[in-house]
């Protein structure tokens, strides 16, 4: 069977803080349908280069969700009657949807490409019920014309003072900023329940104005000027210098911490087949290495087929920088992020 035309955004609208837009195939015969949550950021490439490919080629009705992840995952806790089939999530928020049961278990033998993930990746999957599909780290953006960065401590430097945004806590990698946190005190956050780390962050309180949900937020504060330097994943970085082609973006010699986005199948789908359809092409050679594109999705591959060119891999977790990018113990971060949270909006955000 021949699919004529491709898939067309046929409607958007907001729900909950949430965009919602549909892909509609047109096909006589549509072999089934499928509903996928995912990030609110860089939406029209995400359709473009990942929903519509999948439904042309697998003649499904795509439905989506967009939003940041933490949002999504609470919003499906909380409605058990949710039609969503499959959702994207950072590292964290996989760990904790999977410990809640939210979840279908995989049978990663309909997953073909899956064995062209590391074994550490394999071994995630595996403890989680979620498929890496993308790997992402954190660095420095800042306005070259204003300040220099060569480290994560020349963020505590004084000559900084309200002019710095790093990501909130309950953010993808919030809990990447305390750990440098803990770095620049020297005490790793596993050893005393994060202590030096939210001391570090006190000290760098004076130089933070935001703390903020969403990276495209940071867009105008650097054209204004209310802004100097931010601590971003490095997925945001071309959206941000396509607005502000002057930002310099760095990973310190130091190293860096990394995060996987993950994918799952939740245990209510409807649609199973076409979700491990879904999942099996986002790892598939041919879309890792569409997504990787600076003007795609900028997500780093995770499929070992893919090689990148030194150009394609730049601001991606990728080579040398992956190499230097540290793991995060989110399973002990969960566990104390009730009270990490509390601790790090006295600090933050009062």
């Known amino acids: 069977m021949k699919f004529k035309k491709a898939c067309l955004a046929a409607a958007s609208f907001i729900v909950a803080g949430t965009a919602i837009a549909t892909t509609a195939c047109s096909s006589s015969t549509n072999s089934g349908k499928l509903v996928v949550s995912t990030f609110g950021l860089s939406t029209k490439q995400m359709r473009s280069d990942v929903l519509d ?20 995952l609470t919003q499906i806790e909380h409605n058990p009657n949710s039609t969503v089939d499959v959702i994207e999530l950072a590292q964290n928020n996989a760990i904790t949807g999977s410990k809640k049961k939210l979840f279908k278990k995989l049978d990663f033998s309909k997953i073909k490409n899956f064995k ?3 074994s550490d990746q394999q071994k995630l999957a595996k403890q989680t019920n979620t498929v890496p599909y993308t790997v992402n780290s954190l660095g420095i953006i800042y306005n070259p014309k204003k300040v220099q960065i060569k480290d994560w401590n020349d963020l505590w430097s004084k000559k900084l003072k309200g002019k710095i945004a790093v990501p909130d806590f309950a953010t993808t990698f919030g809990p990447a900023m305390l750990y440098v946190a803990g770095d620049h005190a020297n005490v790793d956050v596993t050893k005393d329940d994060g202590k030096a780390a939210f001391q570090a962050m006190k000290q760098l309180k004076p130089n933070v104005v935001k703390t903020y949900a969403q990276s495209s937020d940071l867009s105008n504060m650097f054209k ?13 970085v071309g959206m941000l210098k396509a607005t502000n082609p002057s930002l310099k973006y760095m990973v310190p010699a130091s190293g860096t911490y ?9 245990k209510n789908s409807k649609n199973a ?5 879904y999942i099996d092409f986002r790892l598939s050679k041919e879309n890792q290495k569409k997504v990787a594109g600076a003007k795609s999705l900028n997500n780093a591959p995770v499929n070992s087929q893919v090689e990148l ?11 040398d920088i992956a190499k230097r990018a540290k793991t995060i113990d989110f399973f002990y971060v969960n566990s104390h992020m009730s009270s990490w949270i509390s601790q790090w909006n006295k600090i933050m955000n009062q």
């Not at 490919?53 to 999504?72: C, L």
């Not at 990394?258 to 939740?266: E, F, P, S, V």
């Not at 060119?309 to 080579?319: D, L, M, Q, R």
């Open 53 to 72: 490919p999948y439904a042309k080629k697998n003649i499904v009705k795509v439905s989506t969700q967009f939003g940041d992840s933490s949002t999504r």
């Open 224 to 236: 204004t000027g209310e802004i100097t330097v931010a601590v971003v994943g490095d997925y945001a």
């Open 309 to 319: 060119s030194p150009a394609e891999a730049t601001n991606k977790t990728y080579g």
């Open 273 to 277: 087949d076409a979700a491990y359809k």
């Open 258 to 266: 990394a995060n996987y986005d993950n994918i799952a199948i939740l």
């Open 116 to 118: 062209y993930l590391s």
